[in-house]
């Protein structure tokens, strides 16, 4: 095979094609089909290794806070203290279970796309028709297509009738796209090689052959396979934050630790007690509980967004979306509901408009006035009985000069047949129509069928009673408008005339500038009794009944998802395979792109550098005629400019740019297998709103997290001061490596999952997108730890002290020890807010974080007041003066940052 010429099989004759692949119109033989099936291999897509559950449990374990326990547990082993160790141990297993459990659902794009393949073909083999597992299609053998087929590979057409194919979840193209014979021009991009058909394509109308030149991974899905292959998940900015803060905690924990064993060693103490101290000081320095509590807080999240229509596939995504500064949107099926639906009529010489969506019959029909016109489904015989002569006469030609037929599967309407022809009888169900009773009243006597060439369809019916007939015709204005020589004007026939054709053409023009194709309607009464129907009966002569204006329109809701996007900072960008004109016609519609704009077209792409891509994307925000290679082209000018990127999608053609995006977002409902399992969120509702909602949600779990850190953080840094400032003034040690312990996953936990559930404060849209550099300890965070954690260390020692002048080392201990599980229990409440007062945002807004002090107050109860705490522990029990002095010391630290926040000594800082 010529391979110069095998990438353009759509711009070579057809007999160049055959003799290059060494075959005829009557296909292979069969002996030569097994050759070339050895030769070729399978025409099926690469299989590719996914993660199994061994692997995906070990990768929960990658991560440097993972590390650190890890190596804390060894140290706690190591100094013989297996109590500590063994909870530590069990805070990594949780950890793990929890992560492995969310990411059960394994990577299955490459599975979906081999779903997706066609499981037979009709193939010609010597001639004779067979039928062969799709696997055994090799190149060279002549496809027999008909209607319903699913295409088994890539192939040039050889011959065909009226043969149209559903191209949109590969190309975006939402209409059915007519395939006819013939070469094109090689720069043709993909979605417009009428003379090509594509693997896993569905033939929605006529029949075809076609000869195969590409199978398996060679063919347009299986590049689209291989991009997928090739992409690789980049770790979420959340994982870049962690990780950055594990090193960051790590090196610190690591580096005070062994500050504090030299100084004790200077101080004269001996090697193994500072070696016992040292391990405290790392064990107070490493917040043990935070990867289990980020795992918890995330797990919950997930489970509310999946109350608001959004399935999260991999956990760690849930907070990419609140950090997400550009989303990148299909157009056909995200923004759209990818149904066409007539807009607006022209009939009689009047503009009608219709409201309600997509193949829905719910809706009316309105006149000039904003008045629904026409009567009840069903009324009089399946037609209504109050409707302009004109606007009746269209309707009527729009059910009866069609075959397509809506139903309804579950609570979608459907379309089976042409999405056009539906949504014509949507149109008129909405008037009153109902199409299935009306075509079992009106006969079908003929059918001219709709031909590319011809571009109109005609039927023959009955005209009343008698022996008359009459034929209906529908297609392109300008070839319906040339048969006519009448014109249906309020009630009677007018000869259409210069300027009432220029009226009918101003019309069709405008409907056409709204991105809508315009469809003619037209009829012919024909007095003989000939049941057969002819084209010259029909390309003149005609009176013309109206035109109707339809497109694939915008969700109801898209425009106010896509104004509550910019308004929290996110740039929508619309990419899509459709037409430039109808990509930014509806861009325009839902915000994203302004007046005196145009679409960036697929091939002006290819003459694009990244940073001008970038660019584009920023300042026009559509582009159209698109391929797969061009939406990750695109994505990647984006990332490389530092942008968090979200790419939302339904097809097969948005897999690889859906894996390779930050955060991927497919859609639940009209969305492909292969879309949903590349993709790191599914849209149950496939509604573009749902994303916002989502972006809404990300940002309050990343608060919530940030909340958590901090409440770890002071709580870790006030232990590492007291445990320091004991040793530089000479004290005996005021907690032990246990206590610590308790107090960083006992007490802190009974703490944290509630602050991780916190409510949003305020309108979190209204804030800018977080830099993505953004380090998960900002200023004011640590301006608030350097003002409050000190309060927290002096108060634990001067209490440790003043209980040492009381008793002995164990009093004073368990003195310190509820001391500083006290201070946790008053720093959660200022962990609610760095700004408000828990007043203003309500005392018990956050009715799980009071239960959960409740918890942790029981629980040091037990520690201290029962044998088996004490034995833990080394405690002893406290009178309740004991506990009045230490709760009275402990709210200190509630008390100062109350005032702080009231007299805004931390300054307005970014929150």
Same mark, same amino acid.
């Given at each position: 095979?010529?391979?110069?010429?095998?990438?353009?099989?759509?711009?070579?004759?057809?007999?160049?094609?055959?003799?290059?692949?060494?075959?005829?119109?009557?296909?292979?033989?069969?002996?030569?089909?097994?050759?070339?099936?050895?030769?070729?291999?399978?025409?099926?897509?690469?299989?590719?290794?996914?993660?199994?559950?061994?692997?995906?449990?070990?990768?929960?374990?990658?991560? $440097?806070?993972?590390?650190?326990?890890?190596?804390?547990?060894?140290?706690?082993?190591? @100094?013989?203290?297996?109590?500590?160790?063994?909870?530590?141990?069990?805070?990594?297993?949780?950890?793990?279970?929890?992560?492995?459990?969310?990411?059960?659902?394994?990577?299955?794009?490459?599975?979906?796309?081999?779903?997706?393949?066609?499981?037979?073909?009709?193939?010609?083999?010597?001639?004779?028709?067979?039928?062969?597992?799709?696997?055994?299609?090799?190149?060279?053998?002549?496809?027999?297509?008909?209607?319903?087929?699913?295409?088994?590979?890539?192939?040039?057409?050889?011959?065909?009738?009226?043969?149209?194919?559903?191209?949109?979840? &590969?190309?975006?193209?939402?209409?059915?796209?007519?395939?006819?014979?013939?070469?094109?021009?090689?720069?043709?991009?993909?979605?417009?090689?009428?003379?090509?058909?594509?693997?896993?394509?569905?033939?929605?109308?006529?029949?075809?052959?076609?000869?195969?030149?590409?199978?398996?991974?060679?063919?347009?899905?299986?590049?689209?396979?291989?991009? @997928?292959?090739?992409?690789?998940?980049?770790?979420?900015?959340?994982?870049?934050?962690?990780?950055?803060?594990?090193?960051?905690?790590?090196?610190?924990?690591?580096?005070?630790?062994?500050?504090?064993?030299?100084?004790?060693?200077?101080?004269? +103490?001996?090697?193994?007690?500072?070696?016992?101290?040292?391990?405290?000081?790392?064990?107070?320095?490493?917040?043990?509980?935070?990867?289990?509590?980020?795992?918890?807080?995330?797990?919950?999240?997930?489970?509310?967004?999946?109350?608001?229509?959004?399935?999260?596939?991999?956990?760690?995504?849930?907070?990419?979306?609140?950090?997400?500064?550009?989303?990148?949107?299909?157009?056909?099926?995200?923004?759209?509901?990818?149904?066409?639906?007539?807009?607006?009529?022209?009939?009689?010489?009047?503009?009608?408009?219709?409201?309600?969506?997509?193949?829905?019959?719910?809706?009316?029909?309105?006149?000039?006035?904003?008045?629904?016109?026409?009567?009840?489904?069903?009324?009089?015989?399946?037609?209504?009985?109050?409707?302009?002569?004109?606007?009746?006469?269209?309707?009527?030609?729009?059910? &009866?000069?069609?075959?397509?037929? %809506?139903?309804?599967?579950?609570?979608?309407?459907?379309?089976?047949?042409?999405?056009?022809?539906?949504?014509?009888?949507?149109?008129?169900?909405?008037?009153?129509?109902?199409?299935?009773?009306?075509?079992?009243? @009106?006969?079908?006597?003929?059918?001219?069928?709709?031909?590319?060439?011809?571009?109109?369809?005609?039927?023959?019916?009955?005209?009343?009673?008698?022996?008359?007939?009459?034929? +209906?015709?529908?297609?392109?204005?300008?070839?319906?408008?040339?048969?006519?020589?009448? @014109?249906?004007?309020?009630?009677?026939?007018?000869?259409?005339?210069?300027?009432?054709?220029?009226?009918?053409?101003?019309?069709?023009?405008?409907?056409?500038?709204?991105?809508?194709?315009?469809?003619?309607?037209?009829?012919?009464?024909?007095?003989?009794?000939?049941?057969?129907?002819?084209?010259?009966?029909?390309?003149?002569?005609?009176?013309?009944?109206?035109?109707?204006?339809?497109?694939?329109?915008?969700?109801?809701?898209?425009?106010?998802?896509?104004?509550?996007?910019?308004?929290?900072?996110?740039?929508?960008?619309?990419?899509?395979?459709?037409?430039?004109?109808?990509?930014?016609?509806?861009?325009?519609?839902?915000?994203?792109?302004?007046?005196?704009?145009?679409?960036?077209?697929?091939?002006?792409?290819?003459?694009?550098?990244?940073?001008?891509?970038?660019?584009?994307?920023?300042?026009?925000?559509?582009?159209?005629?698109?391929?797969?290679?061009?939406?990750?082209?695109?994505?990647?000018?984006?990332?490389?400019?530092?942008?968090?990127?979200?790419?939302?999608?339904?097809?097969?053609?948005?897999?690889?740019?859906?894996?390779?995006?930050?955060?991927?977002?497919?859609?639940?409902?009209?969305?492909?297998?292969?879309?949903?399992?590349?993709?790191?969120?599914?849209?149950?509702?496939?509604?573009?709103?749902?994303?916002?909602?989502?972006?809404?949600?990300?940002?309050?779990?990343?608060?919530?997290?940030?909340?958590?850190?901090?409440? %770890?953080?002071?709580?870790?840094?006030?232990?590492?001061?007291?445990?320091?400032?004991?040793?530089?003034?000479?004290?005996?040690? $005021?907690?032990?490596?246990?206590?610590?312990?308790?107090?960083?996953?006992?007490?802190?936990?009974?703490?944290?999952?509630?602050?991780?559930?916190?409510?949003?404060?305020?309108?979190?849209?209204?804030?800018?997108?977080?830099?993505?550099?953004?380090?998960?300890?900002?200023?004011?965070?640590?301006?608030?730890?350097?003002?409050?954690?000190? &309060?927290?260390?002096?108060?634990?020692?001067?209490?440790?002290?003043?209980?040492?002048?009381?008793?002995?080392?164990?009093?004073?201990?368990?003195?310190?020890?509820?001391?500083?599980?006290?201070?946790?229990?008053?720093?959660?409440?200022?962990?609610?807010?760095?700004?408000?007062?828990?007043?203003?945002?309500?005392?018990?807004?956050?009715?799980?974080?009071?239960?959960?002090?409740?918890?942790?107050?029981?629980?040091?109860?037990?520690?201290?007041?029962?044998?088996?705490?004490?034995?833990?522990?080394?405690?002893?029990?406290?009178?309740?003066?004991?506990?009045?002095?230490?709760?009275?010391?402990?709210?200190?630290?509630?008390?100062?940052?109350?005032?702080?926040?009231?007299?805004?000594?931390?300054?307005?800082?970014?929150?």
């Amino acid at each position: 095979m010529d391979e110069a010429k095998a990438h353009h099989w759509h711009a070579i004759e057809i007999e160049e094609a055959l003799r290059l692949l060494e075959s005829s119109e009557d296909g292979l033989g069969e002996e030569e089909a097994g050759r070339r099936l050895e030769r070729t291999g399978p025409n099926a897509l690469a299989a590719e290794e996914g993660a199994g559950p061994l692997r995906m449990l070990l990768r929960q374990f990658h991560n $440097p806070l993972i590390y650190l326990l890890g190596g804390a547990a060894a140290l706690s082993l190591f @100094v013989d203290h297996p109590v500590d160790a063994g909870v530590i141990a069990g805070v990594i297993v949780l950890n793990a279970i929890l992560g492995f459990v969310q990411e059960w659902r394994a990577e299955g794009a490459l599975a979906a796309l081999r779903g997706m393949a066609a499981p037979h073909a009709r193939v010609l083999r010597g001639g004779t028709p067979v039928t062969i597992d799709a696997a055994e299609v090799v190149p060279g053998d002549v496809l027999i297509l008909e209607t319903g087929d699913r295409v088994a590979a890539d192939a040039r057409l050889l011959g065909g009738e009226e043969m149209r194919v559903d191209e949109s979840a &590969l190309t975006g193209e939402s209409e059915p796209v007519a395939k006819e014979p013939g070469e094109l021009d090689e720069d043709t991009p993909m979605a417009d090689r009428r003379g090509m058909v594509w693997m896993s394509t569905n033939v929605t109308g006529g029949r075809g052959s076609a000869v195969v030149v590409e199978t398996g991974m060679r063919t347009e899905m299986g590049r689209i396979a291989g991009d @997928v292959r090739s992409v690789e998940r980049e770790a979420t900015p959340l994982q870049k934050r962690m990780h950055r803060l594990g090193i960051f905690l790590g090196i610190g924990g690591m580096g005070l630790a062994a500050v504090v064993f030299v100084l004790g060693l200077v101080r004269g +103490y001996e090697a193994v007690e500072m070696l016992m101290f040292s391990v405290a000081v790392a064990v107070s320095a490493i917040p043990e509980g935070l990867p289990a509590v980020i795992s918890v807080t995330l797990a919950l999240g997930v489970r509310r967004m999946a109350g608001r229509g959004a399935i999260i596939r991999r956990m760690s995504a849930v907070e990419t979306l609140g950090s997400t500064l550009v989303i990148c949107t299909d157009k056909t099926g995200t923004l759209t509901r990818n149904q066409m639906t007539v807009r607006r009529i022209w009939a009689g010489g009047r503009i009608f408009e219709t409201t309600g969506e997509g193949y829905d019959p719910a809706g009316e029909v309105r006149g000039e006035d904003g008045e629904p016109v026409g009567g009840s489904r069903g009324e009089g015989g399946g037609r209504p009985g109050r409707l302009p002569e004109a606007l009746d006469r269209l309707l009527t030609i729009g059910v &009866l000069c069609g075959n397509a037929r %809506l139903g309804r599967e579950e609570k979608e309407w459907r379309v089976e047949g042409n999405p056009s022809e539906g949504a014509l009888l949507a149109a008129a169900a909405k008037a009153g129509f109902d199409a299935e009773r009306v075509r079992g009243e @009106v006969a079908r006597l003929a059918e001219i069928p709709f031909s590319s060439e011809a571009k109109y369809m005609a039927t023959l019916h009955p005209d009343g009673g008698g022996e008359g007939r009459i034929a +209906y015709v529908k297609g392109a204005p300008e070839r319906v408008l040339n048969f006519c020589t009448h @014109v249906l004007v309020d009630g009677r026939r007018e000869e259409l005339g210069g300027g009432l054709r220029e009226r009918i053409l101003a019309a069709g023009e405008e409907f056409a500038s709204g991105a809508m194709r315009v469809i003619a309607g037209a009829f012919r009464e024909m007095p003989g009794g000939s049941d057969s129907l002819e084209r010259s009966d029909v390309e003149g002569g005609l009176t013309l009944a109206g035109l109707w204006g339809m497109i694939d329109p915008p969700r109801e809701e898209s425009r106010k998802a896509v104004e509550d996007a910019i308004r929290a900072g996110l740039r929508p960008v619309m990419i899509t395979g459709d037409h430039a004109t109808t990509a930014m016609a509806i861009a325009r519609q839902v915000g994203i792109a302004g007046e005196g704009k145009e679409a960036v077209t697929g091939s002006e792409i290819d003459g694009m550098d990244g940073p001008a891509l970038a660019k584009a994307a920023l300042e026009i925000g559509v582009f159209a005629r698109v391929t797969p290679a061009h939406k990750l082209r695109i994505l990647q000018a984006l990332k490389e400019r530092g942008h968090i990127v979200a790419m939302t999608g339904d097809g097969v053609n948005d897999a690889p740019a859906l894996k390779g995006a930050d955060i991927g977002v497919a859609m639940g409902i009209a969305g492909t297998e292969v879309a949903k399992e590349a993709a790191d969120m599914v849209l149950t509702d496939d509604n573009f709103a749902t994303i916002v909602h989502a972006v809404e949600e990300g940002r309050g779990i990343y608060n919530n997290l940030r909340r958590v850190v901090y409440f %770890l953080l002071a709580t870790n840094l006030g232990e590492v001061i007291t445990l320091a400032a004991a040793l530089v003034v000479g004290m005996d040690l $005021p907690l032990t490596a246990v206590m610590i312990l308790w107090i960083n996953l006992v007490t802190d936990g009974a703490c944290t999952v509630p602050l991780g559930v916190e409510p949003r404060h305020g309108d979190v849209l209204a804030r800018p997108p977080r830099a993505p550099g953004e380090f998960i300890i900002d200023r004011r965070m640590m301006i608030r730890m350097a003002a409050l954690t000190p &309060l927290m260390a002096a108060g634990t020692l001067l209490l440790f002290r003043y209980a040492q002048g009381r008793g002995d080392l164990a009093y004073a201990r368990t003195w310190a020890f509820t001391a500083m599980a006290a201070f946790q229990w008053f720093q959660a409440f200022n962990a609610r807010s760095d700004r408000q007062s828990v007043f203003s945002i309500g005392l018990f807004g956050n009715r799980w974080l009071l239960a959960g002090i409740g918890a942790a107050v029981v629980l040091q109860i037990f520690a201290i007041h029962t044998p088996v705490g004490r034995m833990l522990f080394g405690t002893m029990a406290l009178s309740w003066i004991d506990w009045l002095l230490i709760l009275a010391a402990s709210s200190s630290i509630w008390i100062v940052d109350e005032i702080l926040k009231a007299t805004g000594a931390y300054g307005k800082l970014p929150a």
